[in-house]
């Protein structure tokens, strides 16, 4: 299997064809179309769990792997993937969840996909298969590729195997929910992160901020009548539902924008209907026609982070936030590198890597 | 560059004590804390503003003169040690915490800032920084983000690659780099990821955001003896089966035991083969249920003494006892040298009974202290440098640890660093094609490689003449390893 892996890149690096390197293609949406005419590179096929040892913290997996077979995995031994990453349909799998690089609601208290990476197995831009990071916790030998590897589109390498670190699930969750305006749910989220509080998420959206309690059950209990509400009698249905963007709001044709900013950023002042996670982190805005991409851009930038174009991107604006010129001399530095005849995904992350 | 004319330059933009190039004056900066390796630079800077920083590297670029960063230089690998023809670049007095947020909760400081002075700077709003290394009151946050440290709360809490969120880096031209972002998630290339534990070989970080997070409620900890080390590994396992993240685990062996007992009296098990420290850290109700789990876990698993100190001062003395075992190590030995591999902690017994056979061969003391939740092992071996030879073997013992942690499907490293202690083992731990793009990574940033030269990676040749150690995961079988 790598060796036929191997002889395509080597074939598509001697002509210079891009490879779209795709998984199980429910992430399509997400990215800048892939510049040039590519051929596929089909990563389904090299699936499976390499190793899995639930006292180890660690599960090592084929890229190919479905997320579904991989999650089942872990539930038999009560693990989970902390970072609760969403699938976007059945078929997704382990790679193309890494190189995505995205998180669910569960990442402002556990972390990224990033935090959880430990090694990774990956074919480089020559075919070359290379082994970084390692199956252990700590690993400080050699610089961090594996790391970066998670979020970067499949433009640096095709990912083989990944090594992740699992946690136990929360013995206990509970979800409660209450009435608040958009001002006071900043300011209560953030203030509550600054206390021993066992929060796993949060929401607004629609007036209502949701906080979901997970650990212990004496611990939820005992924040639960300190931070008072009322409990949500469907607590795993209403988080599954802003993780897989089915809740009503993401059901529109307008552009939805992705601002991961400073939690405590006052609310955007931009028309449109926006819905938070992260303790304020993360909004997503409903955009329409009077919003340019600069505006929200630079009203990102102004609130500490970013602005992404998640879905719905009918005016092929690029949908990652510019890097400035320091920045971008680095990244094509980097692709450079590890792909020199530019054949991964090309265009996908920016047009220049 | 002739010194003179370096100097020369230096000063033109730098008072006169922030350039020293007089032997004496620069004989505190000749290693950082692994002191067996020693060398003066060409000259030390002592900047006090980023953007005299800036212009030191613009210099060094553009004659082409190696630079070495050093924080407060506890690193135990060599990593500032410094270059004969370089400067040494300390970032020691850009040492102001320049903003706390504390509702935003993240602290923005200097590269010099000392690790426990962000906590201490956090207190007051109930928050801390959480990565704890044993240095804490001495080394930099530039150095452990540089190194990705660790501590004892790792498992529970991460390294420095999870509790930070912006760096500014310089590159050697002296560019300055904004990478990430006062959000969680940002735009491009992982680069604070690869900045982490990158030992000052892509940039000189100047500026750090760190997360803050709240201090738990309350912290109890229960500490349980085995006469049995394989028993001890099994307990740590039980321990993480059964869901629970401890904040702390930590064991200690025998021999480390009487080691610190004699020298504390903290009232250890003497009897012992291996002391387990489980903290737990939370709200009071969840510490009460956690500490009871432990508690039965422990009793299952064997252990032949189980104690919960209830008050704070029990809880703190036991943990003196384990942050006690270098003093104690420098008490019953004239030198001792600390190791850092990791292991997947199923190989724990092999490795240590491994870790004796070698003691035995070299006919070295080591004592044995292990972060068991993520699997670090320190092992420290004990030896006196004046014995002609002494250090030469301790080396050999230390690096054959290594080899075997790679073996067992470990690393080299945990979060001391390769810096130029380990550089003959990541040929062990990695084939051509990963150190060659490792140093295509560097030359992204640093083509010319002038940044911390010679460090961290080994050239393709140095590993080609060491070719004959050469071992890979789990390709060659460890004969002396007894298996289960
Ligand atoms: C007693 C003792 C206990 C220790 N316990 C632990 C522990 O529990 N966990 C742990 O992880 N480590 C531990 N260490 C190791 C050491 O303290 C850490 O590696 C620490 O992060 C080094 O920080 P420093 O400021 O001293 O860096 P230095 O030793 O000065 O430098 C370390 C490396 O960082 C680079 N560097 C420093 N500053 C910068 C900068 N601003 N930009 C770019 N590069 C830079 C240097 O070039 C060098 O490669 C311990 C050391 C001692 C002596």
Redo the contacts with the bound molecule.
Sequence with gaps: MIDQYQAAIRIAAEHKTPLQICGGGTKYFYGNPITGRSNLLDATAYRGIVDYEPTELVMTARAGTRLVDLEAALDRYGQMLAFEPPYFGAAATLGGCVAAGLSGPRRAAAGAVRDFVLGVRMLNGQGEDLNFGGQVMKNVAGYDVSRLMAGAMGTLGMLLEVSLKVLPKPATEITLRMQLDETAAIEKMNRWAGKPLPISATCHVNGELFVRLSGAESAVRAAQVKLGGEELSESSVFWQSIREQTHDFFQSAKPLWRLSIKSTASPLLLPGKQLMEWNGGLRWLLGDESMSAETIRKIAKDAGGYATLFRNNESCIPVFHPLDSGMMNVHRALKEKFDPSGIFNPGRLYPEI | MSPQELVKSLRSFLSPEAVLYETEDMKPYEC??LSAYRQLPMVVVLPQTEAQVIQILQLCHATQTPV?????????SG??LPHAQGVLLS?AKLNQIIAIDPLARMARVQ?GVRNLAISEAAAPYGLYYAPD???QI???I??????N????HCLKYGLTVHNILRLRVLTISGECLEIGGESLDSAGYDLLALMTGS??ML????EITVKLIPKPEKAQLVMAAFDDVLKAGNAVANVIGAGIIPAGMEMMDKITIHAVEDFLHAGYDLDAAAILFCESDGGAEEVADEIKRIYAIMQQSGATKISTPQDEAGRLKCWAGRKAA?PAAGRISPDYYCMDGTIPRKRLADVLRGIEALSQEYGLRCMNVFHAGDGNLHPLILYDANQPGELEKTEEFGGKILEMCIRVGGAITG???V?MEKINQMCAQFRTGELAMFHAVKAAFDPSGLL?PG?AVPTLHRCAELGAMHVHRGEEKFPELPRF
């Design positions: 950082d804390g070495v960063a050093r924080g407060a230089g506890t690193g135990l990593g500032a970032l590269p290394p044993s240095s001495a080394c930099s530039g150095g452990n983000v540089a190194e440290s660790g501590g004892v030992e000052g940039g000189i970080v100047t270098f979060e001391h660093g810096g911390n460090k």
